[in-house]
């Protein structure tokens, strides 16, 4: 039987993510919203330093730090709950794994130079995304000759690099990607397909909250968009996701304790 789906909460310490923007940039407004969150039910928390929204331009490595360091510092002394750094930065990924993050959540896959080696000398997981282009150019005209199989090909290339720097497999969980470089149809193909992706032997990570392809079809904004995002969530846990990303805690707890209950006949 497959273990309880995951509950990861986010916490952007962003002037300029999609949903929550600004919200919890000041330290201690983050660190209070993290206790919320795990008051809410939350297993892991995901904290966020840089928008990888369409069109977001990068943030320098030492504004990127000043933002997540702290947060994630105070959160560690405070409790023992699982903390993710979502960056794709090599400088903040070591910074982060020696102030005690059990997590990078990487959208570039450890692309960047020195990633893999960083991680890979650590004992930290690592959830690697696929992404097509970057956040600043993947929604322009994405296109594939396949998609679940040019994300499956991305996918296994990556994993072979972790296998190569030693990185055991039990510590990866892999995220085909959700609004990163795909179109609407692209991402219902992989929603509806999502079970393909447990042929690696991995946890697979859903991140579909308030995402623009519950928009296109609701045609209601990112702060509506709660019931969108519950139905999208327990239809990847019904085709295999492992781990759900998500704004709305509590209402995704009731709807992975809902899901959990149907499990066990």
Same mark, same amino acid.
């Given at each position: ?85 979502? %960056?794709?930065?090599? *400088?903040?990924?070591?910074? &982060?794994?020696?102030?005690? #993050?059990?997590? +990078?959540?990487?959208? !570039? ?108 079809? %609701?045609?209601?904004? *990112?702060?509506?968009?709660? &019931?969108?995002?519950?139905? #999208?969530?327990? +239809?990847?846990?019904? !085709? ?26």
């Amino acid at each position: 039987m497959r273990d309880k789906p995951k509950l990861m909460a986010i916490l952007n310490v962003t002037p300029d993510s999609f949903s929550d923007g600004g919200r919890f940039l000041e330290t201690g407004r983050a660190i209070e919203t993290a206790m919320e969150l795990i008051e809410q039910g939350a297993d892991i928390i995901d904290i966020g330093g840089e928008s990888t929204r369409p069109g977001a331009e990068e943030v320098p490595v030492d504004e990127e730090l000043q933002r997540v360091i702290p947060v994630l510092k105070a959160i560690k002394s405070e409790v023992e709950i699982p903390v993710s750094i979502d %960056t794709k930065k090599t *400088a903040v990924m070591e910074a &982060a794994i020696l102030e005690g #993050a059990d997590m +990078i959540n990487d959208v !570039n896959a450890l692309r960047a130079p020195g990633a893999l080696e960083a991680v890979a000398k650590s004992d930290v997981r690592i959830c690697l995304m696929h992404m097509q282009g970057t956040p600043k150019t993947m929604q322009k005209a994405p296109t594939y000759d396949d998609v679940m199989s040019d994300i499956t090909s991305f996918l296994l290339e990556r994993l072979n690099a972790c296998h190569a720097h030693g990185i055991a497999k039990d510590r990866i969980i892999l995220d085909p990607g959700f609004g990163f470089g795909k179109t609407v149809s692209h991402n219902y193909q992989l929603l509806n397909q999502l079970n393909h992706f447990t042929q690696f032997g991995v946890p697979i990570l859903a991140g579909i909250s308030r995402t623009s392809m519950i928009g296109e079809v %609701t045609g209601r904004p *990112a702060q509506d968009r709660l &019931a969108g995002s519950l139905a #999208a969530g327990t +239809i990847a846990l019904m !085709n295999g996701a492992d781990v759900l990303r998500v704004h709305d805690v509590a209402e995704t707890r009731d709807a992975i304790d809902v899901f959990w209950a149907t499990q066990s006949f």
